[in-house]
């Protein structure tokens, strides 16, 4: 399967002020160009090109570094911007999500404080995540493209720390930008389409 560019699932507008749209341009038109473009060179190299993107990433991991940066980061990035909306955030989450975000990571405000601190204490590039291993929800972080699907979990939120995901807009503030994140641009209703497909 190719791996392909993805339309924004808004304008380039539509997360300001938490997102600017230069932010959004270089971001997704350039850096998820190149991993797209870099990554289907390498899957057709490793002669992987047929397989799904999940396969791709799990098969590349620890055996082909350079196929398994360029799988992970797409697959990170096509979740990554509909993780996110137009006047979206906050502490109203659906029916669902409210259950298990209150049973397995402490409520919404224990979630935020801890999602947060992921976020800031990844050292150097990568992402923070929810995701659901064994059945329940847990927040995690992984360095550059690493995501849980390699740990044995699936992502249902992921916020990207590479600095070009917020020093146009936030310069060396990263807590200001997950704040941010979490506050006024998580689309809640794909993190539970997330959810139910993982439980």
């Known amino acids: 399967m190719a791996f392909e560019l993805p339309a924004l699932p808004y304008d380039y507008e539509a997360l300001q002020p938490y997102m600017s749209r230069e932010t959004l341009e270089y971001h997704h038109d350039k850096h998820h160009k190149a991993y797209v473009d870099k990554g289907n060179e ?58 298990a975000f209150d049973s397995d990571l402490g409520g919404y405000d224990k979630f935020k404080s801890d999602f947060v601190a992921a976020g800031v204490g990844q050292f150097g590039s990568g992402w923070a995540w929810v995701a659901v291993k064994n059945g329940k929800l847990e927040i995690m972080k992984t360095p550059n493209g690493e995501n849980p699907l390699v740990h044995g979990a699936t992502p249902i939120l992921g916020v990207d720390v590479w600095e070009h995901s917020y020093y146009i807009d936030y310069r060396n503030a990263r807590p200001k930008y997950l704040e941010a994140f979490v506050d006024n641009l998580i689309n809640w209703d794909h993190v539970l389409e997330c959810y139910e497909k993982a439980s």
Not at 52 to 73: C, D, H, P, R, T
Request: proline content about 2%.
């Open 42 to 99: 390498l899957a057709a190299q490793a002669g992987m090109e047929n397989l799904s993107l999940e396969e791709i990433v799990k098969q590349s991991y620890g055996k082909n570094q350079a196929l398994f940066n360029n799988a992970g980061q797409h697959y990170n990035h096509i979740h990554f911007w509909k993780w996110m909306k137009k006047g979206g955030g906050g502490k109203s989450l659906p029916g669902a999500l409210q259950n």
